[in-house]
């Protein structure tokens, strides 16, 4: 595996989380959403506003092609597992992480009004948590907890990620 994919919540910590391991491990980072409104030429607020299939087209377009690059940190949009295709092709070259934030803590620190499906309010993230967390369990190879200090976060990454690179070489 070359690259690392961080999944979970609208404010779980994927991009805070992604850069620190970009550092840690001399790897490029990526964040999806940023790669898909340079792909598009289009904000994610404009495709959501033409409607969220055409987002989540332009999302599974960036999956696919992500997936063919090397050396990687890709924090994916919080909807990326909402079209098992997306997991698939990031699965071809990918560890795929699910960073799980008690849904409390992200509620108190980001601001809803930035983030298209959370605009409505503090009950919408509760119900997307619910509609997606088993799908984030299901899809993912490994699963941390984001609930103390940032940096024993990527330091659990880094440890269980290669341990999976180990059992799957063999070692």
Do not use: W
Not at 13 to 22: A, R
Not at 32 to 41: F, L, N, S
């Amino acid at each position: 595996m070359t690259n690392i994919v961080l999944i979970g919540m609208p404010g779980c910590g994927k991009n805070t989380i992604g850069l620190m391991l970009s550092k840690k491990l001399d790897m490029n980072y990526i964040d999806m959403d940023q790669h898909v409104e340079k792909r598009e030429r289009k904000t994610i607020k404009e495709l959501f506003a033409i409607s969220e299939d055409c987002f989540r087209d332009a999302e599974t377009r960036c999956a696919q092609e992500l997936s063919k690059m090397d050396n990687c940190i890709l924090a994916a949009g919080g909807g990326i597992i909402k079209r098992k295709e997306n997991i698939d092709f990031l699965k071809q070259s990918s560890v795929v992480v699910f960073i799980n934030r008690p849904v409390e803590d992200i509620v108190t620190d980001i601001d809803l009004s930035t983030r298209p499906l959370l605009k409505d309010g503090i009950k919408r993230v509760y119900d997307l948590y619910d509609e997606r967390i088993d799908l984030y369990k299901s899809y993912c190879d490994i699963e941390v907890a984001n609930s103390g200090e940032l940096s024993e976060t990527v330091q659990e990454i880094i440890e269980k990620v290669e341990e999976l690179n180990n059992r799957r070489q063999g070692m």
